[in-house]
């Protein structure tokens, strides 16, 4: 029978924040006022009851509340969801905002669960930070990737498809998996003619690379999960990092628990790693 197990997030390349006082921020020049806008993210809660902010530009904001529900909220207006308890797993969270018409949508993986209709609008342009607000309250605790700002509406069926950065409307795309010197992190637009520099800083989130746990149909387990807080460890083979891998079924032996955290150097990573079975 099939014997393949994935874990529950397909990206190669996240950020960890602590929740106290990790985010990304210094990104300028995403101006939404006034229009209609989609904003996508990928988030791994580590816990709940807590609020826990991805996104936020002025008084707009985008995240979890104490009591585990799920906002997106501007200019006074707020729109949320039913109580989730998501601790713990990668969620697609989807806002989209219509301008012309004042419809306003929450979608978690891609099916739609809460919407309202506004009189508001997104009035502020300056600072946008992922993972707290621009006041710097209210820091998300967790795992955030691929966030994307469309300056149009989109429903879910547009946004399956992976992205080049070249698309239409694209307006913002941090992957958060590239990463230049200062621990700027990409944005993937900047290639287009009419693109600015979305770029941003990241100050205090740990760089992950933890998707890649599989047990193959010949009992093979390849994992891969990597880390790091300084992005040059992977090139000293001296250096010490950490590896937390997972699978999303079943037990590791070594660790009597689907995960397992190692410490070493690369050779001493790779050896553990070629000890390890599962069940």
């Given at each position: 029978g099939?014997?393949?197990?994935?874990?529950?997030?397909?990206?190669?390349?996240v950020?960890?924040?602590?929740g106290?006082d990790d985010?990304?921020?210094?990104?300028?020049?995403?101006?939404?006022?006034?229009?209609?806008?989609?904003i996508?993210?990928?988030?791994?809660?580590?816990?709940?009851?807590r609020?826990?902010?991805?996104?936020?530009?002025?008084d707009?904001s985008?995240?979890?509340?104490?009591?585990?529900?799920?906002?997106?909220?501007?200019?006074?207006?707020?729109?949320?969801?039913a109580?989730f308890?998501?601790?713990?797993?990668?969620?697609?969270?989807?806002?989209s905002?219509?301008?012309?018409?004042?419809?306003?949508?929450?979608?978690?993986?891609?099916?739609?669960?809460a919407?309202?209709n506004?009189?508001?609008?997104?009035?502020?342009?300056?600072?946008?930070?992922?993972?707290?607000?621009?006041?710097?309250?209210?820091?998300?605790?967790?795992?955030?990737?691929?966030?994307r700002?469309?300056?149009?509406?989109?429903?879910?069926t547009?946004?399956?498809?992976?992205?080049a950065?070249?698309?239409e409307s694209?307006?913002?795309?941090?992957?958060?998996?590239?990463?230049?010197?200062?621990d700027?992190?990409?944005?993937?637009?900047?290639?287009?003619?009419?693109?600015?520099?979305?770029?941003g800083?990241?100050?205090?989130?740990t760089?992950l690379?933890?998707f890649?746990?599989?047990?193959?149909?010949d009992?093979?387990?390849?994992?891969?999960?990597?880390?790091?807080?300084?992005?040059?460890?992977l090139?000293?083979?001296?250096?010490?990092?950490?590896v937390?891998?997972?699978v999303s079924?079943?037990?590791?032996?070594?660790?009597?628990?689907?995960?397992?955290?190692?410490?070493?150097?690369?050779?001493?990573?790779?050896?553990?790693?070629?000890?390890?079975?599962?069940?």
């Amino acid at each position: 029978g099939e014997s393949r197990h994935h874990l529950q997030t397909p990206h190669q390349g996240v950020l960890h924040f602590d929740g106290v006082d990790d985010y990304v921020g210094d990104i300028a020049e995403v101006n939404l006022v006034g229009e209609s806008f989609t904003i996508e993210v990928w988030a791994r809660r580590d816990g709940e009851n807590r609020v826990d902010t991805l996104l936020g530009q002025g008084d707009m904001s985008l995240g979890y509340n104490a009591d585990n529900t799920f906002s997106f909220s501007f200019d006074g207006s707020t729109l949320s969801t039913a109580v989730f308890a998501d601790a713990d797993e990668w969620h697609h969270w989807t806002a989209s905002f219509d301008a012309t018409s004042g419809d306003r949508t929450l979608y978690r993986d891609g099916v739609e669960v809460a919407s309202d209709n506004t009189s508001s609008s997104h009035q502020s342009s300056g600072e946008l930070t992922i993972a707290t607000t621009p006041a710097f309250v209210n820091y998300f605790s967790g795992q955030i990737d691929e966030v994307r700002i469309w300056n149009t509406v989109h429903s879910t069926t547009d946004l399956e498809a992976p992205l080049a950065g070249t698309e239409e409307s694209l307006l913002a795309y941090w992957k958060l998996n590239e990463i230049n010197e200062g621990d700027r992190i990409i944005d993937a637009t900047q290639d287009r003619p009419e693109a600015k520099n979305h770029d941003g800083t990241i100050f205090g989130a740990t760089r992950l690379s933890d998707f890649n746990a599989i047990v193959d149909e010949d009992g093979t387990l390849i994992l891969d999960g990597i880390s790091i807080g300084d992005r040059d460890t992977l090139l000293d083979p001296t250096a010490v990092m950490t590896v937390t891998a997972s699978v999303s079924h079943g037990e590791l032996s070594a660790s009597g628990s689907n995960s397992i955290t190692i410490t070493g150097t690369q050779a001493q990573i790779n050896s553990a790693l070629h000890d390890l079975s599962y069940a």
